[in-house]
Structures are given as structure tokens and as C-alpha cells.
């Protein structure tokens, strides 16, 4: 068997493609809309182009730091500051 065909998330799997965001090798078992299953679970769920490393307080969504907005400690996302409207 060669491993380097193999999938980098599960190892079953024949790998299809790249994770755009940590370049993980995938099968199509563990890609989702051209990034692993791990990414996507931790994507910005406003952009969904950048990992999120923080939650909004107020709806709780993931989201990344281009898609937030901190004030006084407390983050919200976009769609909950009500400061921001386009
Ligand atoms: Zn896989
Ligand atoms: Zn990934
Ligand atoms: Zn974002
Ligand atoms: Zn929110």
C-alpha cells in the first residue's frame, strides 16, 4: 500500500483533492465544498473563506476576525451588531 495516496483525515480513503486552507491531502469522503471536514467545522460561518477563532455572544456563530466586531470584550458578529447596517 502506499500511504501517500491515501487520505490524511480518515487513511481509507483514495485522496480526490486539496484542502485550500491546511493543504491536507482528502478523499471525497472528507471533502466539503474544496476544504477537509476539520476545516469546516471550524470555518467563519459568515465569509466561509477563513478559519474562525472566535464565537459571537450573541448568537454564538463562529466566526473570523474580519467578521466580527469587539467591543468592551464582547464579540458579535455582524449580523448581531445592530451598529452595522448596510
Ligand atoms: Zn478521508
Ligand atoms: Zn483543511
Ligand atoms: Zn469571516
Ligand atoms: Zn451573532
Do not use: H, W, Y
Not at 14 to 36: D, M, P, T, W
Not at 56 to 82: Q, R, Y
Request: charged letters at 25%; hydrophobic letters at 30%; glycine letters at 4%.
Amino acid at each position: 500500500m502506499d500511504n501517500s495516496k491515501m487520505c490524511e483525515i480518515c487513511e481509507e480513503g483514495v485522496v480526490v483533492s486539496e484542502c485550500f486552507l491546511c493543504k491536507r491531502r482528502i478523499c471525497a469522503n472528507c471533502v466539503s465544498q474544496g476544504i477537509c471536514v476539520i476545516c469546516d467545522e471550524t470555518l467563519c460561518t459568515n465569509c466561509r473563506k477563513q478559519l474562525s477563532d472566535r464565537a459571537c455572544n450573541v448568537c454564538g456563530s463562529l466566526v473570523c476576525e474580519d467578521c466580527s466586531v469587539k467591543i468592551n470584550e464582547e464579540i458579535t458578529c455582524l449580523n448581531c451588531n445592530p451598529k452595522r447596517r448596510f
